[in-house]
């Protein structure tokens, strides 16, 4: 594959904004920034875990619960038509998945709940080896969803589940009786995957655990000994969700560079790869415009037009890259497909442009460069 | 990074001019260490530092380094790539005499430490096979060059820091269990099957002697760094990979034929150290320990025989330590240019401010006239 440029009026878009994002950052460094007021690392606390971290977790447990009735229906009345329904819901909830994926940090840190829900990257093909075995074998103990949920983590989770229902033999689905186990394993999944759901909605309510540590940020909390360390939590959000997005997703497959190399693809399978970009990005906008990122800059920006002129082109670009990607999203199957690769490319520049502009923003912003050292050790 | 050993060999190692250093005045110096840095302009290097000489020899890097190993009868220092780099760079203590590069074979990447043999003539360093994830030794002959000369097994995944115990023929090895690929990075792969141990290896043949796990509740407790004290106590430093609400600890010693012991918290939590331990030393007398953690800006002294920690100070950005020239010191470095010459009190007998962002690890290296 190669990379050929964009379309004129996209690459034009796209040099436009990032000549406008040049001229704003060097401007902001040759004039002197004052901080109108301290940034307000609690109520940013408190607005992501309202507008972006509830919000996002109550979306997926939705969907999760949704699939798991769909994919009862399919089982007690397998056909086309149920197998599609299932399938509809299981792209719904990938999608729902995307707007919280990239959080690494509270309930989903433990009991090893992120790679139960997604075992990724797998690049040896374990999780697909072992649930091809398992339904071959039809071990009873995968169709109970408690028992599901000790057994190994990449028979659990979202990537267990699409070759459940997309994989050689998945449509056997839609008659009577031909997949009887795999239909019962897929619906164990579901409800696994709603029981991981619950746990970690259940930490991040009002009332709960890590909802607490959160909101109260200071000495002798057990996670978080500043304000600064739950902002720094979300800086590391947005630059490792933008970096997985362009690095591990949109530049393999638009064979850039060194990343050509062959490697799995994640939800191949199920050709919902772009699905869960296209949920990824938007979750990276919501947590910046909605869930407090901007806000808090803003105000500690004060009437500064540079800081407010770079603000505004993240902006623009952000919007760009959810327009560019909504028709590729849609267009399940471009993967492979002539020319397919052109199409990302000016949604890889738009994204490069956030993660510099709105991260380093975010961190002067904030106070949060970290040393040569603590930032990046080994 | 994937260097190519052409453009390595031809581009990438330089003298700088400097301190011409002769024998007779590094015979004379008292501390001396090597380290890989960041210059000022942003290009990577390697640099040997006199404590009251100042810079005794600095040789450029294609890539961000890591860790030094010093050959304890040459005193050649040999600067590793970071993960998952493939390069390393072997250079004289004095000027003159060209640098030497060699990569790993293909499909191998270093993880940016070594060791030299007691003898000087072979060097040992913590590598990944790519393809398979498994961790092995890399065996390097000196007088050859550092031409390949073998592999040893590693016995477990991510090995990273390793070392020699007295008899020069037991090799521990930091496994830190935890599986990564150059296709993605520095992610880890494996978080929720990890298992980080503590390999014992005779050199001879490569069989394992003994290895020891963390318990299973300490699975996700990445052992990365280590150091060998007074009758051969390994004292490590962990890197915590589980929930942010555990804090457990970070520190631990071991001595072959027994289990494991984490070191309880002291005037320092692992909550205080933020779950990172970047760096591990033992002073000359083999008593004492100094433990570094970047994150949380501050170098611990342990008792080793006492098994306890016995003081703090804060750094800023400490991450490298090395045993000073006399017992019960040590040298930090930040990544802020900072070289210090601290007791294990926490007093600072010596400052300096280089121009460098110190990399993440130091070496203490010992010098003689011979060493020409």
Known sequence: MSWAAPSSRQAAIVIGLGLCVLFAATAAQSTNVQAKVPFDHAQLARTSLEQFIRFGYARFGEAVGRMSDRVAELCSAPSENTLKAARESFRKTVAAWGGVEFITFGPVGENNRLERIMFWPDRRGIGARQVRRLIYAKKKRALDPARLAKMSVAMQGLGALEIALYSKGAGELAQPGAATFRCGYALAVSRNLGAIAKAILTSWASSGAFAKLWLTAGPGNTVYLSGRETTLELSKLLNQGLDTVVEQRLEPLAGIGARKVRRPVILARSGLTLNLVAADVAALKRLMFDGGIVTAVAARAGNDEEALSLMRSVRAETDLAVRLLKPLAQGADLLGKPGSDRKLVPTIFALKNIRENAVGLLKSSAGLSLGFNASDGD | ?372
């Open chain 2, 1 to 372: 990074m994937e260097i190519d050993r052409r453009a390595l060999l031809a581009g990438l190692v330089s003298l700088v001019p400097g301190f011409a250093a002769t024998p007779q005045a590094l015979a004379a110096a008292r501390t001396v260490v090597g380290g890989a840095v960041r210059r000022s302009d942003g290009s990577y290097g390697a640099v040997l530092y006199d404590l009251d000489q100042g810079l005794l020899r600095q040789v450029a890097l294609p890539g961000r380094g890591h860790d030094v190993a010093v050959n304890p009868v040459t005193g050649a220092c040999v600067a590793f790539a970071r993960r998952p780099g493939n390069f390393a760079i072997a250079f004289g203590p004095y000027q003159g005499g060209e640098p030497i590069g060699f990569t790993t074979p293909e499909g191998t990447h270093f993880y940016g430490h070594g060791v030299f043999s007691r003898d000087g003539g072979l060097l040992y360093t913590t590598e990944n096979r790519i393809e398979t994830g498994d961790g092995v030794i890399g065996v390097w002959s000196v007088k050859d060059g550092y031409k390949r000369a073998g592999a040893l097994p590693a016995f477990g995944i991510g090995p990273h820091d390793l070392n020699l115990l007295s008899d020069g023929r037991t090799m521990v090895i930091a496994n830190g269990g935890i599986a990564t690929h150059p296709d993605t990075g520095r992610k880890p792969l494996n978080l929720a099957t990890m298992k980080p141990s503590l390999a014992y290896v005779d050199v001879r043949n490569g069989e394992l002697i003994e290895q020891h796990v963390l318990p299973a509740r300490l699975h996700r407790n990445s052992i990365r760094h280590l150091d060998v004290a007074a009758g051969d106590t390994i004292v490590f430093g962990c890197q915590f990979k589980g929930p942010s609400t555990q804090h457990p600890s970070l520190i631990g010693l071991h001595r072959m034929g027994s289990e494991p012991y984490l070191v309880p918290d002291g005037v320092a939590s692992s909550q205080d150290l933020r779950g990172y331990v970047s760096s591990v030393a033992v002073d000359r007398g083999g008593a004492l320990a100094a433990v570094s953690s970047s994150r949380g800006q501050a170098v611990l002294f342990a008792d080793v025989a006492g098994r306890r920690i016995i003081g703090k100070r804060s750094f800023p950005d400490a991450s490298g330590v090395a045993a000073g020239s006399q017992a019960a010191h040590f040298v930090v470095t930040g990544g802020g240019g900072d070289v210090s010459d601290v007791t294990s009190r926490g007093s600072v007998d010596r400052h300096h401010q280089t121009d460098w962002a110190w990399d993440n690890h130091l070496a203490a290296v010992r010098l003689s006239p011979q060493h020409g």
